[in-house]
């Protein structure tokens, strides 16, 4: 191997390292003392439920680990949102599970908390997924209830999603593991159905002390709201259960007697590694993000068997398009190509901009994976669309609204993974988060903002400059200097996919070993809700 696949290597593992650490210390939630607090009352805590709960040696893909990173500093952080959501598998049926993290604020919630809820019964919703809540709460963290609790997408719309999953079909099922208190006492009981633990489980909708101060009623809070007031006087809760394990087995159980479910019916074959070594990616993924590169080598690492069928090779050549299988299922791949390309033209065309031809081409494809009903997989690595007089001219605009109009209008699922840059409208047309990814990951490399930081940096310079020039203010070339490293720093962070994560932009950091399970789990997912809608794209600029 050369000196510069050995320099890339050595920094793509770094990055995997630093996502690594950062995973561990958020997997300690509010930390070792808070676990142990949960341990000495009889509990185990949100991440141990969840391994007991799942098949065991089995797959779990978490979703937004990052959520909440480096946010809420002021009152103490708020890891993984305070609470732990994914995929998993219980007794074989794929399943949504959502955990309060009671070491973390008491499994308070947050802005982030809500996110990240409804984020979990969102995929939940698009892929007809069971879903199982283990509830341990002690409700909307009263400083921040005006970000929490009145707006469309706060915590009341948790229970209208109850509702409106439950007229779909979709089994939801609770466990009352701790405190559930107030408005987040509806969630357990708006689900099929609801478990209690003993001694620990309880659930009303106002505590002791404000029932005192509300009524003048003295009580205590397991007379109140306890295992044995809802499983033997209220009825509220349908099974009474000894202790979290006793619980858990208890949802196994449920789960065990489950009929099938309706498939949407995307082709799977026997699944097979790729024939090119998926380690080398590693060293084929520049360090240098401006360096170019050739996305087929990548592809070929992360398909079946490196077979790849493109469509309209020699056409569009900045996107690549064609057709592969991931882990057995059939997916069309759309690719950002980094490397510079020649057109037939004559026309030198940068890697990492989409192109008017190329445009043209996914558009085209995209069209033809919803007629065959093909899962499709968004590879993304873009600087945005090409401008100048010459692109204008072209009608590039018209023909990038096309393309965002066949993917946006897409009715089989879509999957996103951040390779690298994903600047401006090349986020939009290469299906980011707004245009409803069934799962949208990045890797460490990723890069996410409106431009990039060197550009970013420039402009917003030259706007404080002008601004401080208008008040009459002689700014130096050291200050100049100075303000645009600043500037620079700021907007860095902000292009940093923990930065993304955090704020729920991307579903989770993968090693890119990882982005095959990523896909296929989400198509495995997808297949649990069958094609409803007829494939429409509306008006089309031609």
């Not at 990240?116 to 709460?137: C, F, G, M, T, W």
């Not at 558009?363 to 600087?383: E, G």
């Not at 990523?518 to 600029?541: C, D, F, L, R, T």
């Amino acid at each position: 191997m050369d000196i510069e696949f050995n320099k890339n290597e050595d920094a793509l593992k770094q990055l995997i390292y630093q996502l690594n650490n950062k995973l561990q210390k958020v997997h300690l939630g509010g930390g070792e003392k808070r676990i142990q607090k949960e341990h000495d009352k009889g509990k185990l805590t949100a991440r141990e439920r969840v391994d007991y709960l799942v098949d065991e040696g089995s797959e779990f893909l978490e979703i937004a680990a990052f959520a909440g990173d480096g946010m809420y500093q002021e009152v103490g952080g708020c890891p993984s949102g305070g609470v732990v959501t994914g995929i998993g598998y219980i007794k074989g049926r794929q399943c949504i599970i959502v955990a309060n993290d009671a070491t973390v604020k008491a499994g308070a919630w947050f802005p982030i908390t809500a996110k990240k809820n409804l984020r979990a019964q969102e995929i939940a919703i698009e892929n007809k997924l069971p879903i199982v809540y283990l509830v341990d709460s002690a409700g909307v963290f009263l400083p921040m209830q005006d970000e929490i609790f009145p707006d469309k997408e706060h915590f009341g719309r948790m229970f209208r999603n109850n509702a409106v999953m439950s007229s779909m079909g979709i089994v939801q099922i609770a466990a009352i593991m701790g405190s559930c208190v107030a408005g987040g006492a509806y969630l357990p009981i708006m689900s099929d159905e609801a478990l209690i633990v003993e001694g620990t489980g309880s659930v009303f909708l106002a505590g002791s002390y404000l029932v005192k101060s509300a009524v003048g009623e003295t009580i205590d809070n397991e007379t109140l709201g306890g295992a044995t007031t809802h499983s033997e006087i209220s009825g509220v809760t349908d099974y009474k259960c000894k202790d979290d394990k006793e619980c858990l087995d208890h949802i196994r159980n449920i789960f065990d007697k489950m009929g099938d479910y309706n498939k949407a019916g995307f082709s799977r074959v026997e699944p097979a590694a790729p024939k090119l070594d998926e380690k080398e990616i590693y060293g084929l993924m520049p360090a240098d993000r401006v360096k170019p590169y050739d996305m087929m080598d990548i592809i070929l690492r992360m398909v079946d068997n490196s077979e790849f069928e493109p469509y309209k090779e020699h056409y569009g050549q900045t996107l690549i398009c064609g057709l592969a299988r991931i882990d057995g299922w059939a997916v069309g791949i759309v690719a950002n190509q980094r490397k510079i390309v020649k057109s037939k033209k004559g026309e030198m065309q940068m890697g990492g901009v989409i192109y008017s031809d190329s445009a043209d081409k996914a558009a085209r494809f995209i069209m033809n994976c919803n007629q065959k009903k093909i899962p499709l997989v968004f590879l993304q690595d873009v600087s945005g669309f090409m401008v100048g007089s010459k692109a204008e001219h072209g009608g590039i605009i018209k023909d990038g609204a096309k393309m965002v109009n066949a993917m946006a209008n897409s009715v089989v699922p879509k999957f996103t993974i951040l390779l690298g840059n994903s600047y401006g409208a090349g986020n939009y047309a290469m299906c980011g988060k707004a245009y409803d990814p069934r799962l949208i990951f990045a890797w460490p490399t990723a890069q996410l903002a409106v431009m990039s930081g060197a550009s970013a940096a420039k402009t917003l310079l030259q706007i404080q400059v002008s601004s401080l020039k208008a008040k009459g203010e002689v700014i130096t070339p050291e200050a100049e200097q100075e303000l645009l490293e600043r500037i620079t720093a700021k907007y860095n962070e902000e292009l940093s996919p923990y930065y993304a994560a955090a704020r729920l932009w991307v579903d989770g950091i993968i090693d890119p070993l990882e982005t095959r399970k990523v896909i296929s789990m989400g198509i495995e997912a997808a297949n649990h809700a069958p094609i409803e809608k007829a494939y429409n794209v509306g008006v089309i600029q031609t």
